[in-house]
């Protein structure tokens, strides 16, 4: 729900709708500016509402704690940048680093960030992907999941600590122990279709193909939930998801499973 100081006024353009998407993203991701866009790109199709993006970046190469740390400070800065550039929702597009700093703190994260853009006279709705992951699985009813990471093994588990804090319990997680972040971009989404099947999805009532928003996954997606059966999604969808409820548009796009049909 959007408060009083989180509206959002849309810009007239072309007689339709023209929403600015900003993102702060990691110096070396180059998923969320392609999957997030192309998650919009489909709504266009079918909705008239139109969007333009716009990033500002946070330096990080290696996925370690420390470089994340690092990288979480400089996020600030980021969301002055883009509240100069009067964007209408603004999403922090680094789920790992969220939850490295600590459990909950994405809460934290969204308070700070939008306080930035308060104190730029131009107050912001803020998303997170780790805060927009929890809320997605809570939107899908999720009791019991499981993930697929292309974190090493103590980040995952991290990662499987911090969700089962916020009372989702994870029945199984995949490491893909990848620790270069252009390497973890540079995966093939469709390999995602063996790699699931590594899981045993008994009692499991969503799927998260991937628990990261630099791994590519959303051609796999929608392929994947036909083929097991259960809801399936991943951080870039829930953040879009997420993006979408604080401009309060109608939360829906062709593609992107069971959380963007438009029940929700």
Do not use: W
């Amino acid at each position: 729900m959007i408060n009083e100081t989180q509206k959002v006024t849309p810009l007239k353009g072309l007689g339709r709708l023209k929403y600015r998407i900003g993102q702060i993203v990691p110096s070396s991701n180059v998923t969320m500016e392609t999957e997030i866009p192309a998650i919009f790109r489909a709504r266009e199709t079918i909705l008239p509402e139109r969007f333009t993006f716009h990033s500002s970046r946070m330096r990080m190469k290696k996925v370690t704690k420390e470089e994340l740390e690092a990288m979480d400070a400089m996020s600030l800065k980021c969301a002055q940048e883009l509240s100069d550039a009067h964007v209408d929702v603004m999403g922090y597009a680094c789920l790992v680093a969220i939850m490295s700093m600590g459990r909950g703190y994405h809460c934290v994260s969204e308070v700070n960030l939008h306080q930035e853009t308060v104190a730029n006279d131009f107050p912001t709705p803020i998303v997170t992907s780790a805060g927009a992951l929890i809320n997605g699985l809570n939107v899908l009813g999720a009791k019991q999941i499981s993930i697929i990471t292309p974190y090493m093994r103590p980040l995952t588990d991290m990662v499987v600590d911090y969700i089962e804090h916020q009372g989702i319990k994870v029945k199984e997680s995949i490491a893909l122990e990848i620790p270069d972040n252009l390497e973890v971009a540079a995966q093939n989404p469709m390999n995602l279709l063996e790699i699931y099947k590594q899981l045993d999805l008994k009692d499991v009532d969503v799927l998260v193909v991937s628990a990261c928003v630099q791994m590519p996954s959303l051609e796999a997606i929608d392929l994947i939930q036909a083929e097991c059966g259960i809801p399936v999604t991943s951080a870039a969808v829930c953040t879009t998801y997420e993006m979408m409820k604080k401009l309060s548009i109608e939360a829906k796009s062709p593609i992107g499973g069971e959380l963007l049909n438009g029940k929700y």
